[in-house]
């Protein structure tokens, strides 16, 4: 069964609006852990954003915010006021286990992010 | 701050060739992971090291082989290469709370 759904293939975006990219996720581990990666055209894997199964708070970087709703498994990110640059695509990831476990994370599909002029 | 570092960032070889990627993964970090992608698929699980013994294997065929040596770097082996592994290979080490990732390697079998 697939731990991280994406369901969101491709999103068209006008530049300066905010964005949402969806991410629902399926664990029986209380403890877990969930991220965002970026990857432009380039091919790199860049770091965005995580959020802590236990973390009260949802987790902010920049324009990033992650909306965390714990009971319906959802893990959203949201980015602010898109820029042309923010085109690229958009992974939500997890990983099972607290930090002190050194596991491994598991990605969605992925949701292409292209954000028009 | 020293990132993960892999190399070579672009290799082309033949079929039934063999292939050696490379990763140095942030200095004093004992854990590797390694991922394959395949053209537009999500970043797939291989196999990852913690202090130099192999601690988590997914879906590595039985002709790739990985090690990690004493000073955390790491390598997969690659042998009998077929079409089908044409793909980014990365690998990634744990920085404060993400996975901190590499540029990655491009293979392309020809």
């Known amino acids: 069964a697939q731990k991280i759904t994406q369901t969101q293939p491709g999103m068209f975006v006008q530049e300066k609006e905010a964005v949402t990219l969806d991410c629902t996720y399926d664990?029986?581990?209380?403890?877990?852990?969930l991220f965002w990666y970026k990857q432009p055209s380039s091919g790199e894997m860049i770091f965005l954003i995580y959020?802590?199964?236990?973390?009260?708070q949802n987790a902010t970087e920049g324009r990033y915010s992650l909306n965390f709703q714990k009971a319906r498994k959802s893990a959203n990110l949201v980015i602010s006021a898109s820029q042309l640059g923010d085109s690229a695509m958009y992974f939500c990831?997890?990983?099972?286990?607290?930090?002190?476990?050194?596991?491994?994370?598991?990605f969605g599909k992925g949701t292409r992010l292209h954000i028009l002029p | 701050a020293a990132g993960v570092i892999q190399s070579p960032r672009h290799l082309i070889k033949e079929k039934r060739e063999t292939a050696t990627l490379k990763c140095y993964p942030i200095?004093?970090?004992?854990?590797v992971y390694w991922y394959q992608q395949g053209p537009g698929q999500d970043p797939q699980f291989l196999i990852s090291?913690?202090?130099?013994?192999?601690?988590d294997k997914g879906s590595i065929p039985d002709r790739f082989s990985a090690q990690q040596f004493s000073d955390y770097h790491s390598e997969l082996n690659m042998s009998s290469l077929e079409l089908g592994d044409s793909a980014l290979y990365f690998c990634?080490?744990?920085?404060?709370?993400?996975?901190?990732f590499g540029s990655g390697t491009r293979l392309t079998v020809v």
């Open positions: 990634a080490s744990i920085g404060n709370y993400g996975y901190t």
């Open positions: 200095p004093r970090h004992d854990t």
């Open positions: 990831a997890m990983r099972e286990g607290g930090r002190d476990r050194d596991d491994k994370i598991i």
């Open positions: 959020q802590g199964s236990y973390d009260q």
């Open positions: 090291f913690y202090e130099k013994m192999q601690s």
């Open positions: 664990t029986s581990d209380p403890s877990y852990g």
